[in-house]
């Protein structure tokens, strides 16, 4: 899949844009509030049908305009689609494919996956086990259907279980009816997460840890190793064992064990190195968790994912920003950049030909030529 067209009305700072990407990589430059991750919004959006900067819709209308649109043109499998999305007012967006509203916002993303990295992203290390699980169970809901299925069921008896602690005074009869069919699905879930770290997530780490070229840097990504901590309830499963844990959890008015408290480890010789890790490192290390992402889920499902990269780090050395170059360019994915000089461009060259450069300034976007970045 290639997004060879990208058009963009009233979104954000950007009043209208027309933009030729039919390039693998797609750099865009500017100042600092010149509308470059805007940019990469929109795209986001038509993906997503949300932001990732904002929960309220409304802020991505232009100031003073009532109406915003995206849309792009889908090359893929020597088809090109048309995919659109609008916002009206305070109203809902509206998808549309091929010209035929999209009543599942799902169908655009099944189209048209996409992964994101921004400066916030690298906090994955360090932030709430949340954010690490939802990372991985973004490529279980690509690659493995069934995970979605389960993960209803789960969320559902979840929710129902945790009611009935908060309300108190239940009878334990009816909660362990409940927990019997919490205990596996929960099993379930965690089952589909160490399998996809096992059989897809550990062995695509390390075949592109092995393509990059070796540099001190690179040690750290070749020895990375993971691990899926979960939080199950590990007894055999009696009235017994589920009587003594409801219990518990009649105490704690909620549900002690299950996926929604398990964790990812990233070890190195046995040890968690969340703690250790630079910044510089985290940010090498995290390209390497999204690339091998976009390619497990190319491999598997066909799809071709759109990655948006934003604000490639400046403040990293030569070499980790070498090897974060080289992994991009190994992810089989188109990638839309952005960044504050167009030396990026430059950078990217070096690998590839397949290069479209734009300068973006006061919300307004220009592609430049080879001339223009090499006078
Ligand atoms: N709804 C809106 N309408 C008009 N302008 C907006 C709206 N929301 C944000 N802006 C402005 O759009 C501009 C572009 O923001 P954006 O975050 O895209 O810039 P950027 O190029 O990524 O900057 P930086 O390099 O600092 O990250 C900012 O000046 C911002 O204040
Ligand atoms: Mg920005």
């Known amino acids: 899949m290639l997004i060879s067209q990208l058009k963009i009305f009233g979104f954000r700072n950007i009043e209208t844009a027309s933009l030729n990407t039919n390039k693998r990589v797609n750099v865009f430059y500017g100042k600092n509030g010149s509308g470059k991750t805007s940019i990469l919004e929109a795209l986001f959006f038509l993906s997503r049908a949300k932001s990732f900067r904002t929960s309220k819709k409304g802020e991505l209308l232009r100031d003073g305009s009532s109406l915003l649109a995206v849309s792009a043109d889908l090359q893929q499998h020597l088809e090109t689609h048309k995919l659109g999305i609008g916002l009206e007012g305070k109203g809902t967006t509206k998808l549309k494919l091929d010209g035929e509203v999209v ?23 360090w932030s709430s086990p949340k954010a690490r699980r939802s990372f991985f169970d973004f490529g279980l809901f690509h690659v493995e259907h069934e995970f979605q299925n389960e993960w209803n069921v789960y969320s559902k008896i979840l929710k129902q279980t945790n009611a009935l602690l908060r309300r108190g005074g239940v009878n334990q009869k009816e909660l362990l009816y409940w927990y019997r069919g919490l205990v596996e699905s929960a ?14 997530f550990s062995k695509a780490i390390k ?3 092995l393509e990059l070229e070796h540099n001190e840097k690179t040690d750290l990504l070749k020895n990375l190793l993971m691990r899926y901590k979960k939080k199950a309830f590990e007894q055999e499963i009696s009235d017994d064992s589920l009587l003594k844990q409801i219990e518990k959890d009649i105490k704690y008015k909620q549900v002690g064990f299950g996926p929604n408290r398990a964790d990812y480890l990233f070890l190195r010789d046995g040890e968690d190195m969340s703690s250790r890790l630079s910044r510089g490192q985290a940010k090498m290390l995290f390209y390497l968790l999204v690339v091998a992402m976009v390619n497990i889920i190319k491999q598997t499902t066909k799809k071709n994912i759109l990655l948006l990269v934003d604000d490639l780090p400046s403040e990293v050395d030569q070499q980790t920003r070498q090897t974060m170059l080289e992994m991009l360019l190994h992810s089989q994915a188109q990638i839309f950049v952005t960044g504050i000089e167009n030396n990026i461009a430059m950078e990217f060259m070096n690998y590839t030909d397949s290069v479209n450069v734009f300068h973006v300034e006061h919300g307004t976007v220009r592609q430049e030529s080879m001339e223009q970045l090499c006078p």
């Open 207 to 209: 075949e592109l840890a």
């Open 103 to 125: 009543t599942k916002l799902s169908q655009a993303s099944i189209l048209f996956p996409t992964q994101l990295i921004t400066p916030e992203s690298f906090d994955i290390f």
């Open 187 to 200: 099993n379930k879930i965690d089952h589909f997460r160490e399998l996809f770290l096992e059989e897809h």
